[in-house]
């Protein structure tokens, strides 16, 4: 049973390149805030620069109660809370636990919002990522695990050595 006032990730759907403004103006109204960021080489005309970005654009996450969601919403440069059939979808704390992990762990990944089929279900056993689950898919002859966040409509593509992973086996 689901307690009102126990603390849970939401995600926030920013305006565009707003989500660093978006986390300072959240984290000064004291809301625990995540923004994951993702280290990249920017590549310009005249110069080369590694920069800090969102690792998925224009989402921002937040810890707090039902109650208090409606004072973070209300904060510059949000458009809307991500929603599931009409009512703010909380995020299971594993799944922000693995965007932190996986952004720790060294590994090769991307973000696409592209749908999958399903495929066989498996577990990393080896590595950074040891214990996570997820779904195989091939894909330019490597091994990804892809790993569904459905409440943004994102997943996270893991390039990963095929022997650090091992098969789940359905029941029947």
């Known amino acids: 049973m689901e307690k009102i006032n126990e603390k849970k990730w939401f995600a926030l759907y920013t305006k565009s390149r707003a989500e660093k403004k978006v986390e300072l103006e959240l984290a000064a109204k004291g809301f625990e805030v995540y923004l994951p960021l993702e280290k990249r080489l920017r590549i310009w005309s005249d110069r080369k620069k590694w920069v800090y970005e969102p690792l998925i654009r224009s989402y921002v996450f937040v810890k707090t109660t039902h109650g208090h969601l409606e004072n973070a919403f209300y904060t510059p440069g949000v458009f809307t809370i991500v929603k599931f059939e009409g009512f703010p979808a909380p995020i299971p704390e594993k799944q922000i636990d693995l965007i932190k992990t996986l952004l720790s762990s060294g590994e090769s990944f991307e973000v696409t919002s592209r ?3 399903i495929g066989d279900k498996v577990t990393i056993n080896k590595g950074d990522l040891k214990n996570f689950s997820g779904e195989l898919i091939q894909h330019v002859n490597k091994y990804k ?3 569904r966040l459905d409440i943004l409509q994102q997943n996270l593509l893991i390039h990963i050595n095929p022997s650090y ?8």
């Open 165 to 172: 992973l091992k098969k789940v086996e359905q029941e029947a």
């Open 145 to 147: 695990v892809l790993v």
């Open 115 to 117: 749908q999958f089929e």
